[in-house]
């Protein structure tokens, strides 16, 4: 072992944060790549479905609330794109990765929004889960990650509860708005345990992630604390989650669920969800047009170059 994997492998032994400038293992520089690219692709994508809603929010005010929401997220992917930036890879890259397939998004992002309904069951329970594994990520070893996330989950709560807020006045309302929320917690609740990941058992970046410290807790660890944190906030609002085989263990004070349909979450992570085509060519259509704005954005930054020369 050289003196730099030697200063590496003590930075992450003490709990320190690696930076840009440091020496790090290339796996390393990779995984957080793979990672952060794929979370900053994650919250651009994840702006379709809500802003699907958009134009049909039921007021002003649900309107203003949702539009800010989006926003937050635009400003999410902009921080992680950044991040990844600072490890060595451009943001084009990442965009062509993207496009092409080769880099990925969450799942979630690939089912539709159907009803009013279904956006706050995405701030409720999307944001929820996206809270939970960040709050664990606020501690990854890698410095501007880490520093993101801190900003980010001061965000995602006031997303939670928008979220929670819209399915309150829906669960509470008639009796045609609670099948609504109903209808909603129905589709959004496994597809939304599935953020986390596979199985533990079947998690192939689990054993290096959690050595590097880069993941500080698994995913189904994480997929847990939002199952206990979840049951008793549905259980409030009078809805039913979907899963006949849910219970309380009294022993280990756990909920626990049935088995998950992990052949669809693999089938949609491999393209073939309800929605994963309509929206990179959304993407690709949106990045066409936007072309004129980052072409002026360059001649603007080569301008302003020459005349600080
Ligand atoms: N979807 O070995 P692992 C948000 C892939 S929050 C698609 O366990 P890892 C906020 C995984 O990439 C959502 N693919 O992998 C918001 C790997 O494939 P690869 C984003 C998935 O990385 C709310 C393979 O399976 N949050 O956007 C998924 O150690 C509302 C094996 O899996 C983050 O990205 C999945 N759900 O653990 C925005 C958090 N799960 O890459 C708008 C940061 C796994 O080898 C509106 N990421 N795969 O080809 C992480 O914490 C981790 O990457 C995990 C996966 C936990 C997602």
Same mark, same amino acid.
């Given at each position: 072992?050289?003196k730099f994997?030697?200063a590496?492998n003590?930075?992450?032994?003490?709990?320190? @944060?690696?930076?840009?400038?440091?020496?790090?293992?290339? +796996?390393?520089?990779?995984? #957080?790549?793979?990672?952060?690219?794929?979370?900053?692709?994650?919250?651009i994508? $994840?702006?379709?479905?809500e802003?699907?809603?958009?134009?049909?929010?039921?007021?002003?005010?649900? @309107?203003?609330?949702?539009?800010?929401?989006?926003?937050?997220e635009?400003?999410?992917?902009?921080?992680?794109?950044?991040?990844?930036?600072?490890?060595?890879?451009?943001?084009?890259?990442?965009?062509?990765?993207?496009q092409?397939?080769?880099?990925?998004?969450?799942?979630?992002? #690939?089912?539709?929004t159907?009803?009013? &309904?279904?956006?706050?069951?995405?701030g409720w329970?999307? %944001?929820? =889960?996206?809270?939970?594994?960040?709050?664990?990520?606020?501690?990854?070893?890698?410095?501007?990650?880490?520093? &993101?996330?801190?900003?980010?989950? +001061?965000?995602?709560? *006031?997303?939670?509860?928008? $979220?929670?807020?819209i399915?309150?006045?829906?669960a *509470?309302?008639?009796?045609?708005? !609670?099948?609504?929320?109903? %209808?909603?917690?129905?589709?959004?609740?496994?597809?939304?345990?599935?953020m986390?990941?596979?199985?533990?058992?079947?998690?192939?970046? +689990? $054993?290096?992630?959690?050595?590097? !410290?880069?993941?500080?807790?698994? #995913?189904?660890?994480?997929?847990?604390? *939002?199952? %206990?944190?979840?049951?008793?906030?549905?259980?409030?609002?009078?809805?039913?989650?979907?899963?006949?085989?849910?219970?309380f263990n009294?022993?280990?004070?756990?909920?626990?669920?049935?088995?998950?349909?992990?052949?669809?979450?693999?089938?949609?992570? @491999?393209?073939n969800?309800?929605?994963?085509?309509?929206?990179?060519?959304?993407h690709i259509?949106?990045?066409?047009?936007?072309?004129?704005?980052?072409?002026? =954005?360059?001649?603007?930054?080569? @301008?302003?170059?020459?005349?600080? &020369?």
């Amino acid at each position: 072992m050289d003196k730099f994997e030697e200063a590496f492998n003590k930075i992450i032994e003490k709990d320190r @944060k690696v930076e840009p400038r440091d020496w790090m293992p290339e +796996k390393y520089r990779q995984t #957080n790549i793979r990672q952060i690219s794929q979370h900053a692709h994650s919250e651009i994508i $994840g702006m379709q479905p809500e802003g699907n809603w958009l134009l049909r929010a039921p007021s002003l005010r649900s @309107k203003q609330v949702l539009l800010a929401k989006i926003q937050d997220e635009a400003g999410h992917g902009l921080y992680l794109y950044s991040v990844a930036e600072t490890l060595g890879i451009s943001r084009q890259e990442m965009i062509a990765q993207l496009q092409s397939g080769e880099a990925k998004y969450s799942s979630i992002f #690939n089912y539709p929004t159907v009803s009013w &309904a279904d956006i706050g069951a995405v701030g409720w329970l999307v %944001d929820g =889960a996206a809270i939970v594994n960040q709050v664990s990520l606020q501690r990854t070893s890698y410095g501007p990650y880490s520093r &993101a996330m801190v900003r980010i989950c +001061k965000e995602e709560s *006031f997303h939670q509860r928008q $979220g929670y807020e819209i399915m309150c006045s829906m669960a *509470f309302g008639t009796a045609e708005q !609670k099948e609504m929320a109903q %209808d909603a917690l129905n589709r959004f609740w496994e597809p939304a345990l599935m953020m986390f990941g596979p199985h533990d058992s079947d998690s192939v970046h +689990k $054993g290096q992630s959690m050595e590097w !410290k880069i993941k500080r807790e698994s #995913n189904d660890h994480l997929r847990q604390r *939002f199952i %206990d944190r979840t049951v008793p906030q549905a259980q409030y609002l009078g809805l039913t989650i979907p899963d006949d085989q849910l219970k309380f263990n009294e022993e280990t004070q756990h909920w626990e669920t049935g088995p998950f349909n992990w052949d669809e979450f693999w089938n949609v992570v @491999k393209g073939n969800g309800p929605c994963n085509q309509e929206r990179i060519d959304h993407h690709i259509a949106a990045h066409k047009d936007n072309e004129w704005v980052r072409e002026a =954005a360059a001649a603007y930054a080569a @301008k302003t170059e020459l005349e600080v &020369a």
